[in-house]
């Protein structure tokens, strides 16, 4: 299996559904950050390929990242995720993630990613993040 810190990739902190399916992995790239996820054979469909509904949530995660940083780490959600399947990743492959921001206004942020093993796309993704006018319920002062 890969090990990405090999590569100078650090392991994030998960929290809530993302670290039931990681450890999701983070690298500096210029100005921007990549982000990565090691398949497990717990990833895979009844075809023994990495689930589709996986590739989603990485590439949801990943563009989640993205959109935090150019809000200035203001809560958002998506409103919207489009996603093309151009290929297969298995167990043990490293996906990574890498996206750009499209268009950014004062409360949706457009942006667009790829998900690639070994310098191949395998998803192609294009999405819409809404800013919250308030925080998350659970980040709430009742909730601390």
């Given at each position: 299996m890969?090990?990405p810190?090999?590569?100078g990739w650090?392991?994030r902190?998960?929290?809530g559904?993302?670290?039931?399916?990681?450890p999701?992995?983070s690298?500096?790239?210029?100005?921007?950050?990549?982000y990565?996820?090691?398949a497990r054979?717990t990833?895979?469909?009844a075809?023994?390929?990495?689930?589709?509904?996986?590739l989603?949530?990485?590439?949801?995660?990943?563009?989640?990242?993205l959109?935090?940083e150019a809000?200035?780490r203001?809560p958002?959600v998506?409103?919207?995720l489009?996603?093309?399947?151009?290929?297969?990743a298995r167990?043990?492959?490293?996906i990574?993630?890498r996206g750009q921001?499209?268009r950014?206004?004062?409360s949706?942020v457009?942006?667009?990613g790829?998900?690639?093993?070994?310098g191949?796309?395998?998803v192609a993704?294009?999405?819409i993040?809404?800013?919250?006018n308030?925080?998350?319920?659970a980040?709430?002062?009742?909730?601390?």
């Open positions: 890969t090990d810190a090999t590569d650090k392991e902190e998960g929290k559904f993302m670290a039931s399916v990681g999701l992995w690298r500096r790239e210029g100005d921007g950050w990549a990565g996820l090691v054979d990833h895979v469909n075809t023994g390929v990495v689930h589709g509904g996986l989603m949530s990485l590439a949801d995660q990943a563009m989640s990242l959109v935090w809000m200035e203001k958002c998506t409103i919207q489009d996603t093309q399947f151009l290929s297969a167990p043990g492959d490293f990574q993630a921001v499209i950014k206004t004062r949706l457009f942006v667009q790829t998900l690639e093993v070994n191949e796309p395998v993704a294009t999405g993040w809404k800013a919250l308030h925080p998350p319920a980040a709430s002062a009742g909730n601390r």
